[in-house]
T-cell receptor, first 115, second 114 residues
Framework: DGGITQSPKYLFRKEGQNVTLSCEQNLNHDAMYWYRQDPGQGLRLIYYSQIVNDFQKGDIAEGYSVSREKKESFPLTVTSAQKNPTAFYLC??????????????FGPGTRLTVL | AQSVTQPDIHITVSEGASLELRCNYSYGATPYLFWYVQSPGQGLQLLLKYFSGDTLVQGIKGFEAEFKRSQSSFNLRKPSVHWSDAAEYFCAVGASGTASKLTFGTGTRLQVTL
């Protein structure tokens, strides 16, 4: 079955540590996205990538970094510079014909908790 | 830039009752509109989408939504709610052009009482 996988499902981090969240898709989609979800705030875009080796900052990129070395993979690193990283992180992908109108398909999410 | 508002943070309905979740958008041209559903601790699943044509859109799980340009609304409806519909529902708006991306509302949490 085609889909998007995120790992781990739960992640705990100590303050001052960097952590990397994995996102893999086998939908052959060109575009991939990372969102952060906090209660009552909906989804906020962190980074997105339309093609391999290229990515763009979203609305809340500070304290995060990404890479896109393969079409299938778009890992997100939450750095120690992110002041309030505890949240639910969602990865999505789309065909990238038009980022403003593409249907996005979501992974199951990773819940990050800072101890 | 486009924006979307979901006025209801939390709605409770009885099983078997009808449901309407509100979504209002702001965008000058024709918007692209989506409804997604999220079960607790899960990702988002697409329920339906509107691009053009018939303003009444049918989706999965018995949901439908109606695009009303005059009211800038895209409300989600279901004639008879099932307990398994309890989840959070997100409306999203997009616009054509590579500079645009989907904008999501803050969500409406649906509780279903038996």
């Amino acid at each position: 079955d085609g889909g998007i996988t995120q790992s781990p499902k739960y992640l705990f981090r100590k303050e001052g540590q960097n952590v990397t969240l994995s996102c893999e898709q086998n939908l052959n989609h060109d575009a991939m996205y990372w969102y952060r979800q906090d209660p009552g705030q909906g989804l906020r875009l962190i980074y997105y990538s339309q093609i391999v080796n290229d990515f763009q900052k979203g609305d809340i990129a500070e304290g995060y970094s990404v890479s896109r070395e393969k079409k299938e993979s778009f890992p997100l690193t939450v750095t120690s510079a992110q002041k309030n990283p505890t949240a639910f992180y969602l990865c999505a992908s789309s065909i990238a014909h038009d980022l403003g109108t593409d249907t996005q398909y979501f992974g199951p999410g990773t819940r990050l908790t800072v101890l | 830039a486009q924006s979307v508002t979901q006025p209801d943070i939390h709605i409770t309905v009885s099983e078997g009752a009808s449901l309407e979740l509100r979504c209002n958008y702001s965008y000058g041209a024709t918007p692209y509109l989506f409804w997604y559903v999220q079960s607790p601790g899960q990702g988002l699943q697409l329920l339906l989408k509107y691009f053009s044509g018939d303003t009444l859109v049918q989706g999965i799980k018995g949901f439908e939504a109606e695009f009303k340009r005059s009211q800038s609304s895209f409300n989600l409806r279901k004639p008879s709610v099932h307990w398994s519909d309890a989840a959070e529902y997100f409306c999203a708006v997009g616009a054509s052009g590579t500079a645009s991306k989907l904008t999501f509302g803050t969500g409406t949490r649906l509780q279903v009482t038996l």
